[in-house]
């Protein structure tokens, strides 16, 4: 008896996504640090010392241990019990909504990439080359395996076939997103004599233009781009900072935009006209 037949397919994906967004977690500490993901094994930010693999549980051990190093009793910080329960939820949803097929698989890689970019901006400003590049080629590549339909593709080149419209329509996503934002961000720092847009934020517009092609990847700047304005002015006015040095993790609000844009494929493709 297959086991998806006695445990639904999305608590599967559910429980991976537990396991694997303490990976994640790994990565959001480690990778701005440039230290290794793999070795050696996790250990306190504030003391140092060794995690056992009995509090290292997801999810579970954070509750027993009330949110705090076992040895220090400093708070382990509440983004670790975020990132896993938002992947085992994000993964459950997608596998949920797609199955066990090749989609689902890069809708996961997608919404990881993301998790860990939303976290890094948030936390270091800062978007690592190993994931907008890094995810960038992946979604090129998946783009040939994971035919993406696109009106511009369908309507520049209809003779092709689907995978050579799906890679037209991730790598003109990519363009599209990217180039674009990052001659406005040059322009404004001529104008300004300082940076508006960095340029981990247009790697991560190519990111997104891989995975979500042209279209759909508009949409994601437009939703990270006005919550970002919105929600970035609110908190300058509330916590009273100063607008001229207040750096806003737009990335973070990209990768929002990005999330949403993906998780209701079938809703924006009817609003698209895409079939």
Not at 260 to 271: F, G, Q, R, V
Request: with cysteine; charged share 10%.
């Amino acid at each position: 008896m297959a086991l998806s037949s006695i445990v639904p397919l999305w608590l599967l994906a559910g429980l991976f996504g537990l396991l694997f967004g303490s990976f994640l977690n790994v990565c959001i500490y480690r990778v701005p640090r440039d230290l290794s993901i793999v070795w050696p094994g996790s250990s306190c930010p504030s003391c140092g010392s060794p995690i056992a693999w009995y509090d290292n549980l997801p999810v579970i051990s954070f509750l027993v241990l009330r949110g705090r190093c076992r040895r220090c009793a400093q708070p382990i910080g509440y983004r670790y019990l975020t990132v896993e329960l938002s992947t085992a939820i994000l993964f459950g949803f997608i596998a949920a909504s797609s199955g066990f097929t090749l989609e689902s698989l890069k809708g996961c890689l997608f919404v990881s990439v993301l998790m860990v970019l939303f976290w890094t901006d948030i936390e270091e400003r800062l978007l690592p080359d190993e994931f907008t590049l890094g995810g960038t080629l992946v979604g090129l590549i998946l783009a040939v395996f994971v035919p993406m339909h696109s009106a511009l593709a369908d309507s520049l080149i209809p003779a092709a076939g689907p995978r050579a419209q799906s890679l037209f329509n991730s790598a003109a996503g990519a363009l599209l997103l990217a180039f674009p934002l990052a001659g406005i961000g040059w322009l404004y720092q001529r104008v300004r004599r300082r940076v508006g847009l960095g340029m981990g934020d247009v790697k991560l517009l190519g990111l997104i233009g891989t995975f979500l092609g042209a279209e759909r990847g508009l949409i994601a700047l437009l939703i990270g781009s006005v919550s970002g304005s919105v929600v970035g002015v609110a908190y300058i006015l509330v916590r009273r900072k100063d607008p001229q040095t207040y750096q806003l993790p737009f990335g973070s609000f990209l990768c929002a935009g990005a999330l949403i844009s993906a998780l209701w494929n079938a809703e924006i493709n009817s609003l698209l006209g895409v079939r």
